[in-house]
């Protein structure tokens, strides 16, 4: 066909877009999904204002704002790294939509880039809010250089490893299953983990078993970092955790209910 000379090319041109477009697309629709959900954001940002707002309200009697703040922060890792990514993914076996979007050109090392994404997405919108609220109610970390590094680094390790946690569950169990287990893990860990009470804290003999926990490397390493310290044991835990809840996640991961 032409016009005024032109040959216009009418013909259909089929064709994947490309892969890192398709992987922003599918991070997007993630997130959106996520911070949609009303359960979801109840664990990822109601539970750890209410923590901060407490700690406000009693005058740092349970728990000091200064380590309240960076408890929370941990909190908000694991409620998104674990937690939601669990329940979300646990629904999306049962419903065949894990199935459907790896058959599509998106394929599955995209679908999983794109969760990974989302949640980075989810999680830093929770650091930015909580901190923001954490400073005007007072809280005055001690960063240096080394320790916000060091805190970031955490971050990133704790999150990785929820996530593989959080596959190597939903992709195990049935989706209601998923939903009890993924709950009951968050509400035990919450009060027993590590995460925002101190490890000090625990009885004596308690304490080996909680220092184990990634949760508790993730709530200790945090704390120490908002106070300006470095602990190096945080580090070796959680990337211990990372290694094994990779490759079971891996080896154990089932694309279909």
């Known amino acids: 066909?032409?016009?005024?000379?032109?040959?216009?090319d009418l013909r259909p041109a089929p064709g994947a877009a490309p892969a890192g477009r398709?992987?922003?697309?599918?991070?997007?629709t993630e997130f959106r999904l996520l911070v949609r959900n009303g359960e979801q954001l109840l664990l990822a940002l109601v539970i750890p204002l209410a923590i901060l707002v407490l700690s406000a309200l009693t005058r740092e009697r349970f728990v000091p704002l200064a380590q309240a703040a960076p408890s929370v922060l941990a909190l908000a890792v694991w409620s998104s790294a674990f937690t939601s990514t669990a329940i979300a993914t646990g629904f999306e076996r049962r419903y065949g939509v894990l199935e459907r979007l790896a058959a599509t050109p998106l394929g599955r090392p995209g679908l999983l880039l794109g969760k990974a994404l989302a949640v980075v997405?989810?999680?830093?919108?929770?650091l930015v809010v909580l901190g923001v609220v954490a400073l005007a109610l007072g809280w005055r970390p001690a960063y240096t250089a080394g320790s916000l590094l060091a805190s970031l680094a955490l971050v990133v390790l704790g999150a990785?490893?929820?996530?593989g946690l959080a596959l190597l569950?939903?992709?195990?169990l049935r989706a209601e299953a998923t939903l009890a287990v993924a709950?009951?893990?968050?509400?035990v860990l919450l009060v027993g983990g590590g995460l925002v009470v101190p490890v000090a804290r625990y009885p004596a003999v308690l304490r080996p078993v909680v220092d184990a926990l990634p949760t508790a490397a993730l709530g200790e390493?945090?704390?120490a970092g908002a106070a300006g310290t470095v602990l190096a044991w945080t580090f070796a835990v959680l990337l211990a955790w990372l290694v094994v809840a990779v490759l079971a996640a891996r080896r154990g991961f089932r694309w279909t209910a």
């Open 169 to 172: 569950l939903a992709g195990r």
């Open 221 to 223: 390493g945090l704390r």
């Open 183 to 187: 709950n009951l893990v968050y509400v």
């Open 22 to 28: 398709r992987v922003r697309a599918h991070a997007l």
């Open 160 to 163: 990785a490893a929820f996530v």
């Open 1 to 8: 066909m032409s016009a005024g000379g032109t040959t216009l």
């Open 121 to 126: 997405l989810v999680l830093a919108g929770q």
